[in-house]
């Protein structure tokens, strides 16, 4: 009697045992379906709907509430989309994207951009004028750390930047703030995003390997196979940003881009931009060779970024002209 009560106890454990065990696999699986569904909903772009804010009724827009606004709108877009900011996240499913963040380091990179251009040049009447100091608390909160996940994060220091550039549209529209929409502050940041996709499109295109001659010989220049998609997601973000960007200026510097015969320059820059923002209907980006069956993703986005290049070297030539 007591070993047939030994053997029923020994089955009874080895059955809950296994009970367990699969419970906990199929916990498991559950779990990592749930990340998989919530990765592909947070890797999808925001489209090229306007992401400044709606100005209320009582609210009256001057020249440069769009471009203020949409530095808000972009900063805020990256925030509050779906997922939120993934790139200083260390739980998954974030912890395992790397597109998405990537995308967002290149919104990021064009909001600073603005953001210091609006501290250095716009808000200001001429180089001795005091700067704004709201925009001189936003700008270096933009540029905070994006990998920074606690004391203090990366979102609370980007949410502080909103907050102050908050303040100062709100000056600006009430007459306390100033924009100053000339040439020369427009041609300053175009030469920087200029910079800018000069090298995203030099980066894009190493990833068939490129030559480089230099003083000290010849080296060969190639993009790791496995951050391909991260510069070309970088791009794309970048580019997306971008044009948003390029949208406000065409409003807030209608007049100077006219008298300069400078708006059908900006355009072209648009048209370009907009061509990045195709849907990518691989699921991978593709690293073909040149000539080769499969296509190259990063090629193709490196031609557009360098003709939009090209474009925006000639608005400025037009800019700094008397």
């Not at 949410?159 to 303040?167: D, E, T, V, W």
């Not at 000539?291 to 990063?298: C, V």
Request: glycine share 8%.
């Amino acid at each position: 009697m007591r070993f047939g009560r030994n053997k029923l106890g020994h089955n009874n454990d080895s059955l809950t045992s296994r009970t367990v065990g699969l419970a906990l696999a199929v916990l498991l699986a559950v779990y990592l379906l749930v990340c998989l569904i919530l990765g592909w909903y947070w890797s999808r772009e925001p489209g090229l709907e306007p992401v400044a804010p709606t100005p209320g009724p009582d609210t009256t827009l001057v020249v440069g509430s769009t471009t203020a606004r949409t530095v808000h709108g972009l900063m805020y877009t990256l925030l509050q989309k779906p997922g939120g900011f993934t790139g200083n996240d260390i739980f998954p499913p974030g912890v395992w994207l790397d597109n998405m963040p990537s995308w967002e380091f290149g919104v990021l990179v064009q909001v600073r951009d603005m953001s210091r251009a609006m501290r250095r040049d716009m808000a200001r009447s001429q180089s001795q004028s005091q700067e704004d100091p709201d925009l001189a608390l936003a700008e270096p909160r933009f540029n905070f750390d994006n990998n920074s996940w606690m004391f203090p994060g990366s979102e609370s220091e980007y949410r502080s930047g909103l907050r102050a550039l908050n303040r100062y549209i709100r000056r600006l529209e009430t007459g306390e703030a100033n924009f100053y929409a000339r040439a020369d502050n427009l041609a300053s940041w175009i030469g920087d995003s200029s910079t800018r996709l000069g090298s995203l499109s030099q980066r894009l295109s190493s990833s068939v390997g490129q030559a480089e001659v230099t003083e000290e010989g010849r080296h060969y220049r190639k993009t790791p196979w496995l951050e391909i998609d991260d510069v070309f997601f970088e791009a794309r973000g970048s580019a997306w940003a971008l044009l948003h960007l390029m949208r406000a200026v065409e409003h807030d510097y209608a007049d100077v881009l006219e008298r300069k015969n400078a708006m059908t320059s900006l355009q072209q820059i648009m048209r370009e931009l907009e061509a990045t923002q195709q849907p990518l209907y691989s699921p991978v980006v593709l690293n073909g060779s040149g000539m080769g069956i499969l296509a190259n993703h990063s090629l193709v986005m490196a031609n557009y970024l360098s003709r939009a290049n090209a474009a925006m070297i000639d608005l400025r030539r037009l800019l700094e002209q008397g």
